[in-house]
């Protein structure tokens, strides 16, 4: 049976904190809460029904439809520099504010908008550095894209994120041409 989770010790800084502004927390654990809701909607999620039997629950017409709009992503992917080294949604946030009637936090000494925050928040809990080794290891092994793809990507393709920063129209982070599957 497919199993999303994730582990509570994630409930802890680097990754959270309850002294972080609204907007990092909700762009860091909404990112990981969300990633782990949509995989019971990608190409593996489907291979499972409603009470995990194993047993595909999409149309012929929704699996030609994904994998139609995951070819751009696909592509985006492929030429995405990960390794450098020779050897290798906005809404909830705002909704809760709204409806809190809660004063928006920023960090002392940094002048980003809470909207830029978010952002911040879903990037942080991707900072890492990975040795070569073990990024080929990744690539080899394991579905999930290596962290700087999933950051840099993700936000590339994302309208609020070229708002939040005000990107340049076909700038590297605002491209002309945005991918996303659903």
Same mark, same amino acid.
């Given at each position: =049976? ?9 409930? #802890? ?5 309850? #002294?972080?502004?609204?907007? *990092?927390?909700?762009? &860091? =654990? ?6 782990? !809701? ?8 489907? #291979? ?14 929704? *699996? ?9 992503? %696909?592509?985006?992917?492929? %030429? !995405?520099?990960?390794?450098? $080294? ?5 809404? &909830?946030?705002?909704?809760?504010? %709204?409806?809190? $009637?809660?004063?928006? =936090? ?11 925050? !978010? !952002? ?13 080794? &073990?990024?080929?290891? #990744? ?24 708002? &939040?920063? $005000?990107?340049? %129209?076909?700038?590297? *982070? $605002? ?8």
């Amino acid at each position: =049976m497919s199993r999303n989770v994730f582990p509570a010790g994630i409930l #802890q800084p680097p990754f959270y904190d309850e #002294q972080y502004p609204l907007s *990092m927390v909700f762009g &860091a =654990m909404g990112a990981v809460v969300g990633h782990e !809701f949509t995989h019971g909607f990608d190409n593996r999620g489907a #291979q499972y029904d409603k009470i995990g039997n194993l047993k595909n629950w999409w149309t012929q017409k929704s *699996m030609e439809n994904f994998r139609k709009r995951s070819v751009g992503l %696909k592509k985006q992917y492929a %030429k !995405f520099p990960i390794c450098k $080294n020779s050897e290798c949604d906005l809404h &909830a946030y705002k909704k809760y504010v %709204k409806d809190h $009637n809660i004063k928006t =936090m920023t960090l002392p000494g940094l002048s980003y908008t809470s909207d830029q925050l !978010f !952002f911040v928040g879903f990037a942080h809990i991707w900072c890492r550095k990975i040795q070569p080794k &073990a990024l080929i290891h #990744q690539l080899l092994a394991d579905p999930h894209s290596p962290a700087i793809a999933r950051v840099i990507l993700t936000l590339r393709n994302s309208e609020a994120f070229s708002t &939040a920063f $005000n990107c340049k %129209k076909d700038s590297p *982070m $605002n491209p002309t041409i945005k991918y996303g599957v659903w």
